[in-house]
């Protein structure tokens, strides 16, 4: 177990975790299923108690109907046999009489001047009349062809009736229909002749053959089946669709729950679920009982459809269909507090379950924490602690203790190897201080590479003091040689000096100690031969001595003028060289300030390209006012146009009030008042016009302002447009000075570092001027002392033969 990664521990702790709730999981979830499947089984058992219900109310729903319908018909029915008997009776008690009583037989008895009785049908009419009063209730006898005119076939429905009953006069036919927004039921009976004195009216009245049950007309009866034409019409359409859908979904359902199978969830039967048979003795009991009741429910259901509606066995039918639909519900109820009781005990389990799976998951999750927190952030810690100390500079610390072979074991050891590698490095830093730069350390990666980097510059660096001694010893070396070569020299200028021009030069070389070592032996070698030659050339010396004291003396002048003007070179060199100096200086400061004015003028430059980007903007608002004021001109000469109109109907209207003054004068008395409306309308021309004038003045103010507006706007634009053409320009002449302050930039730099050079060369010129200067000075002082030597020169040539002799020359070449 040490030897495992701290990664591969906490994976398998993880497994462990993930495994338990994963199994958790999918216990949960299979407890869910079947708690799903419980509460599925209970909406099903608990429909059925719906369904119970819903099939004894769809088949009582459907009888009821059935029989408001059949008992308005048998009522109808009912009504026309009392009509029939009635009328019967009416024409063998009544007509018959009265006609044996010679009194009339009229259709409108009332309006008769003497006394009538009414016919069959007009009694009939005159009875239904009274039996109407205060119902929306009517009944009336009507024909194709009746004997009152006014009782014709009205409606379609009247003709249908007719056709139906001509064919079927023992039938009843019915029709529901909407009127004035109610729902009416029509039913029509066939009027037929019952008596021989109905059937002899009729022949005298219609001039054709009767008999008695040929049928005279037709019965009309008008009753108000529903004030709510939508409930009356649900009503009518009562069937028993809704039964057979309930009557099915209950059957498959009870069947599944019996055997085991396939129930469905929906009414529709849409959707279908699997379920096993229901457990529990219980159970099975209670579904027998509710099929069983199911079954005698149906059979009920069977009876009422096939039973006469209204009949005994009808109602008989109907009264055990609610007793049974009764029963059902109650016997479903407890099916459903079964099953409940069973689903109770499940959830229960799982309730467990649950808590079971979430008391392990809590104990894995402790183990984990216990073991993270003292197997990885503790030693993690206690690191993190001694890390703390180590980044303080204390790197006398004590190792850790490696316990196993994970991250945190790797850890400890890099801890450790991180302290024996910071303690090298600090020993290693004590040797190199203290100039031990040989000994080897152990030491890797960036930290060895800047080490070894380090000591391999102070190694070199004690090579080059080592060199810079050795070129000092040469440097001595050199010192001490060019010493013996210049003692060498000292001592043939010396013996020279005395006379001995024997001796030579031994110091030659192409280096300038050598060079004038070679001088020197060439300069005392001629000086020998010279010397033989003075001997040879002093007579003509001493000859030749007073021309050379003339034109010594005349040397003096010309070295005297030359050193005064020497001296004029060197004090204008000195000019020069300060000059120069102010010169750089200037340079220097013209190349800043040629820098300075190009930038100056790059944002010049970006200033006037704003600012013609400002002008452009101004001429084009400056267009805009100037369209505006052009507009505002055109519509001011539209108000004077107005204003014309208005002038026009004002002298009209003066014109018009005129006329009217003179017809209210002409009217006299009645036209007075007239008149003076007359006249205030015409005052109120009189200040329209004095109105109108004053506007129109107004107006072509407006319109002069409006004109010097437009102009000065012109102007003005004409400005903006030289100003934005100067910009361009300025713009332009900007860029090209741009371009010049570049150049005289570079050139200002390029100057500054020629009267930098030039100073230099100044100042050597004035070096050497000086040096110049004071040779002149020197040959100045040497021709004068040689001018007031050669008066001397004579005598001195007699004693030059004499000193000539005294030096010691080789005479050999």
């Known amino acids: 177990m040490k030897n495992y990664s701290i990664k591969q521990k906490t994976i398998g702790i993880f497994l462990v975790l993930i495994l338990v709730v994963v199994g958790a999981g999918l216990f949960i979830i299979h407890s869910l299923g079947k708690a799903k499947e419980d509460a599925d089984i209970t909406n099903a058992l608990g429909r059925l108690r719906m369904l119970s219900q819903s099939m004894g109310k769809s088949a009582l729903g459907s009888a009821m109907a059935k029989s408001r319908k059949k008992t308005i018909e048998q009522n109808v029915v009912s009504l026309n046999r009392y009509i029939t008997k009635m009328r019967a009776v009416y024409t063998r008690d009544v007509i018959v009489p009265a006609k044996r009583s010679k009194i009339d037989v009229s259709m409108d008895p009332a309006n008769e001047p003497h006394p009538a009785v009414p016919f069959p049908a007009t009694f009939t009419r ?3 009349a009274k039996f109407g009063e205060g119902h929306i209730f009517g009944i009336d006898i009507i024909n194709e062809d009746p004997v009152n005119p006014e009782k014709v076939l009205k409606t ?8 139906f009953l001509k064919n079927s006069p023992d039938k009843v036919f019915s029709k529901v229909y909407e009127e004035d927004g109610k729902l009416f039921m029509g039913l029509y009976t066939a009027d037929r002749a019952t008596v021989n004195a109905c059937v002899a009216c009729h022949i005298a009245l219609k001039g054709k053959q009767f008999k008695i049950g040929d049928m005279l007309g037709i019965r009309s009866f008008k009753l108000l089946y529903s004030d709510d034409v939508g409930l009356g019409r649900s009503e009518l359409k009562a069937s028993m669709d809704e039964f057979k859908q309930s009557r099915n979904v209950f059957n498959k359902t009870i069947v599944a729950m019996k055997n085991g199978g396939e129930y469905p969830l929906n009414l529709a039967m849409t959707m279908h679920k699997t379920v096993a048979p229901l457990p529990g003795e219980a159970a099975q009991n209670k579904l027998n009982q509710v099929d069983k009741k199911f079954k005698e429910l149906v059979r009920n259901v069977d009876n009422l459809m096939g039973s006469e509606v209204n009949s005994l066995p009808y109602r008989k039918a109907q009264q055990k269909i609610l007793v049974n639909s009764n029963q059902l519900r109650t016997f479903s109820n407890d099916l459903v507090e079964i099953f409940t009781n069973h689903a109770a005990q499940n959830q229960q389990s799982i309730q467990v379950s649950v808590i079971f799976a979430i008391i392990l998951t809590i104990i894995i999750v402790g183990v984990a924490y216990y073991y993270l927190a003292t197997f990885v952030v503790q030693p993690i810690g206690g690191i993190s602690k001694k890390l703390g100390e180590v980044s303080k500079g204390n790197f006398v610390q004590d190792k850790l203790t490696v316990t196993s072979g994970d991250e945190i074991g790797e850890l400890s050891k890099t801890y450790n190897t991180m302290l024996d590698t910071m303690n090298d490095i600090v020993n290693q830093a004590e040797d190199i ?21 380090m000591v391999q510059e102070l190694k070199d660096k004690h090579k080059a003091d080592a060199k810079f001694k050795e070129l000092a010893l040469e440097r001595d070396r050199h010192s001490q040689d060019l010493q013996k070569k210049v003692d060498n020299m000292l001592q043939v200028v010396s013996a020279a000096a005395k006379g001995d021009l024997t001796r030579k030069v031994a110091v030659t070389g192409k280096d300038a100690i050598g060079q004038m070592g070679n001088g020197l032996l060439i300069f005392f070698k001629k000086l020998s031969e010279s ?38 070179i060197s004090s204008t060199v000195e000019e020069l060289a300060a000059s120069s100096t102010m010169v750089a200086e200037n340079a220097n400061s013209v190349a800043e300030i040629s820098k300075n004015a190009l930038n100056e003028s790059e944002r010049g430059m970006q200033a006037i390209d704003a600012l013609k980007a400002k002008i452009d903007g101004i001429s084009e608002d400056n267009d805009a006012s100037i369209k505006e004021i052009v507009d505002l001109g055109k519509k001011s000469n ?7 109109i208005i002038n026009n109907i004002a002298d009209q209207t003066k014109l018009i009030a005129f006329n009217a003054a003179i017809e209210a004068s002409s009217a006299g008395e009645a036209g007075k008042r007239f008149g003076v409306v007359a006249v205030e309308i015409r005052r109120l021309a009189d200040n329209v016009m004095e109105s109108t004038g004053e506007i129109q003045s107004k107006i072509d103010e407006i319109q002069q302002a409006i004109n010097r507006l437009v102009i000065n706007s012109e102007k003005g634009s004409k400005r903006i447009q030289e100003g934005t053409d100067l910009a361009g320009q300025t713009f332009s002449e900007l860029e090209r000075l741009v371009a010049g302050a570049k150049s005289a930039s570079d050139a200002a730099s390029q100057i500054s570092l020629s009267t930098q050079q030039q100073k230099t060369a100044t100042n050597q010129v004035l070096a050497a001027l000086k040096e110049i200067v004071s040779g002149t000075k020197q040959s100045s002082s040497a021709i004068t002392q040689t001018s007031s030597v050669t008066a001397k020169l004579s005598d001195m040539s007699n004693e030059l033969r004499a000193m000539v002799n005294k030096f010691k020359i080789n005479t050999q070449g």
């Open 126 to 128: 005159m009875v239904n």
């Open 156 to 163: 379609g429905l009247d003709k249908d009736a007719y056709s």
């Open 433 to 453: 201080a203290a100039g031990n730069l040989d000994k080897e350390y152990e030491l890797k990666g960036d930290l060895a590479h800047a080490f070894g980097k």
């Open 531 to 568: 010397m033989a030659a003075i001997s040879q050339t002093a007579n003509a010396l001493a000859r030749s001595s007073k021309e050379i004291s003339s034109a010594v003396q005349d040397q003096a002048n010309v070295a005297s003028e030359q050193s005064s003007s020497v001296t004029e």
């Open 638 to 644: 539209e108000i004077g146009k107005v204003m014309e």
